[in-house]
C-alpha cells in the first residue's frame, strides 16, 4: 500500500476538493471491455518459484483526523473467560519474506486448496499446508504486461460460483503512468490448472489532474465482483479524488470478459467491501468511517448486467479513541502500525460485520481490536436502514498492541476474530477469539495464540507491520475459519503463517448425550431417578442433604455418561440446580488419569432454578473423557457451618444434566 499526506475532518472538507455533499456518488459508466488472457498454471516451469524480490512498498505518511461524531448507546463489549476457539488445526508457514515490506497478506479457502498474496507473491497450499506453487505477481500476470510496480494484493474463493479470484494493483506513477487493477480467475475450485487474467485501468483524470487507486476494497455477492480504492494524485498532479468503485458483471467476467462499471464518491476514504457467503444477499455492502462514532454503510447494487448502482446511509456506532502510530517491540524496536481505517468486512444472512483498530482509551494509545455486527435490514432493496446490533472491542495486556484485526462470521451465528499481538516481549503472534449467539452481546472471548513468531526479534529495513490480515472461512465446515497474519521470521524479517480453528457451535448444533447412570454421592434421594435428568421441566433429582462433620450440609448426585465418540472437538456440560439461600452447588469431573475429581464449575445457590453452562478447553476434554467415551460428573450442594453451628437440612434439586459434544473436523 502506498499513501500520501492527506487529512480528512468529517468527509465535507478533503484536501485538494471542494466541499462535497454527503454520499454524492458519481457514475461513470461502462469503462472498455478487455477479454481475458488464457493461462495454466501447469505450464510454470519452477511450479515453486520463492526466490527473493527487489523493492519495497513505500513509506506510509498518511494522517487521517476525524471529529467526534454523535455516537451510539450500544454498549462495547470487551471479552469473557469461556474458550470459544476449540480444534486448533493445522499450522503451516505460508509465503517468507519477498523483499518488499510489509506482506499485506491475504488468503482464500477453497475445499481443497488455500490460495494466499503477498507483497508480491502468489502461492497455493493444500489443507494439510503442502505449497504446490508460488510466483511473484510479476511472474504470473505477465501475459497481460503488468506495471513494473504491483502492489497490495487480494484474494478471495467465491462460494457460490466455485472459483477463486485475486486482484493485484499496478502502478507507474508518473505525470502520464497507469494505474491498474490486474484481475485474476480460476477456471474452478482447484486453483492448479487454467486462470483468466485482465488487466483494467482504473486510473482518474479530472481537468488537469490523474489520479491513481491505492489500498483496495475487495467484495462480491451471487451477480457482481466489486472492487474499491482510495484515489491519490500522479506525480505532476494535485489533491485527492476520493474513492473509486468499480463493479464487473459476475457471469460476464467468468465468462471471459471484463467490462468495468465505475462511480466516484468524491468525500469518502476507504470503503472495505464485504465477502458474501450466502446466494440471496441482493447487494454488496461496504462500510468506511464517518466519525469518531459512525460509520458509513454503502450498497452497491446490480439492476441488470450493464445497470449498477451505488447508495450509502449512517450508521452510528460506540466511540472509539485514536491510537498510537509506534508500538514497542523487544529491543526497543519501534513496530509501525496503520490508521483507524475499516480493514475487513464479510455478509451472511442479513448479517454484515466489520472491523477496525482503535485506541485502548482516550488515555491509552495502544492499539486493539474493534468489530461491529450490523444488520442490513436488506437495505436498500427494503426502505428500513440498516442498524447497529453489538459493538465489542478486545484490549491488549499492559506492555502490548493488537494489530489490523479481521473478523468473519458463520451460518450459525458464530464470529471470529484474528489479529495480531505485538509488545516489549512478543515480536509478533498471530491471536483469535470467537463468540456464539448465545454469549454476552458484544463479548468475545478469551483470545487464543494461534501462532508465534519463530524469530525473536522483527526490524527488517522499516519495522512496518501489515497492512492487513485475513480470516476466512472454510466452505466445507461450518464453524471452521482459516486465518494468515505474519510474525518475525530468520534474520529479523517477515514470515507469514496460515492456521485453522474452529468456532464453537451453538448448543442445537451439537451432538446431545444424556445420562446412563444417577446415584447418590451424597445426602438422601427424596424424588426423582435417572429419566428427571433428561429435560428442562418441573420432574427434577432431588437430594436431601445430610450433615457431615467440619463441613455442612451436604447433598450429591454422582451422573454417568458413555459417549458415543472419543474424538471431541467442543464439548460442553449444562445443568440446572436449585436450593437454599447461602449453599452453593460445584460441579466435579473424574480426572481418568489420576483418578481424582476435579471442580470445574460453581454457583452460588438461590430458590429459583439457575441453568449453567461449562465449556471444557482441550487440555480438560483430555482428562476427564475415557479412551471408551466415559465421563463421571458429580453434582454436589454444600451449605457449610457458620459460627460452629452445624446448618439446617435443604434440598438440592438437579435437572437438564447434558453433555453437548462436536467431532474434530
Partial sequence: MRKVSLSIALRGLVLGLSAASFGQVIAHGAGPSKVAVKINTKDFKTQVDAAGRKGAVPEHKFKQVFKPGPGSSVPVGGIFEQPRIGNLGLLFPGIGNTGPEPPDPDLAVGPTHIVEVVNSDVAFFTKAGNKTFQQSAQQFFASVSPEAFDFDPKVIYDQIAKRFVIVDLGLNDTSSGTSSFLIAVSDDSDPTGSWSLFKVSNKQTVGSNNYWLDYPGFGYNKDMIVFSGNMFAMSGSSGFNGVQIMAFDKTTLYGGTATPFSFTIADDFTVQLAKTYDSTTPVVYGVSQESQSSVRVTAVERQTSSAFSVKQTIVNVPSWSGYDQFIQGPGGVPVQNNDPRILTAATLGGRLVASHCAGVSGSDGRPAARWYEFKTNNWPVAATLPTLVQAGQVNPPAGHGYNFPAVCLDSKGGIALAFTKIGTTTPGQLIGCGRRPSDPAGAMSAPVVLDSSTGSQYGGFSTRWGDYFDVEQDPTTVGKYWAVGMGAGDNRKWQTY????????????????????????????????????????????????????????????????????????????TYSVSGIAGASASVFALNVTTGQYEQIDSVGLTTARQTRNTEFTPAQIAKYVSTSGGVNLVVRGVLPVRAGRMPGVFSLAVDKVNILTSKKQ
Fill in 498 to 573: 496460515i492456521k485453522s480453528f474452529v468456532v464453537s457451535l451453538p448448543d442445537a448444533s451439537l451432538d446431545k448425550s444424556l445420562p446412563s447412570a444417577v446415584s447418590i454421592s451424597g445426602g438422601k434421594l427424596s424424588s426423582g431417578d435417572r429419566p428427571s435428568l433428561f429435560t428442562d421441566d418441573t420432574n427434577n433429582y432431588i437430594v436431601r442433604s445430610e450433615a457431615i462433620r467440619g463441613l455442612g450440609q451436604l447433598a450429591g448426585a454422582n451422573v454417568l455418561f458413555a459417549l458415543t465418540y472419543t474424538d471431541i472437538d467442543t464439548m460442553r456440560v
